[in-house]
């Protein structure tokens, strides 16, 4: 089944100073040195592991690699989004590209992200922050 649009209560979150900072500290980042093997064999970045140690987003390395490998494994671009609301309510979506309709979509009931949208891509296999294209 095919989620065309997530609801209003996702729509509108903004970044709090935290996920402000946290998007700042990984701004730097436009390539990578090394790969990292990952969970499903989705291999990620030196950015993406930065981002995981930082934000403490293990579960959500876990979780995206899982859901790319098994169910989207032929869509050689994903862009995946984290949005968590003020009550640290969560909705993590991914689409073939920005604009296009979403394609998945997993809720958890609370997350200690920072509030606001983090978005990682997969591109060909391999898991980068937007940055890194």
């Not at 980042?29 to 990620?44: A, H, I, P, W």
């Not at 690699?65 to 994903?78: E, G, L, T, V, Y």
């Not at 993590?92 to 998945?104: C, F, K, V």
């Amino acid at each position: 089944m095919m989620a065309k649009q997530i609801s209003k209560e996702w729509a509108g979150v903004k970044d709090s100073p935290e996920m402000v900072d946290l998007k700042s500290n990984l701004a730097h980042f436009n390539g990578t040195e090394q790969y990292y093997k990952g969970s499903f064999t989705l291999n990620y970045t030196d950015g993406v592991k930065a981002f995981h140690e930082l934000a403490k987003a293990y579960w959500l390395i876990t979780d995206l690699s899982m859901a790319s490998k098994m169910k989207f494994n032929r869509i050689p671009f994903q862009v995946w989004k984290l949005t968590v609301n003020k009550d640290h309510k969560a909705v993590l979506t991914m689409q073939e590209d920005s604009g296009a309709p979403i394609l998945y979509k997993q809720y958890y009931d609370y997350t200690d992200m920072p509030v606001g949208t983090f978005e990682l891509w997969v591109e060909s296999g391999v898991l980068i922050l937007p940055s890194e294209h």
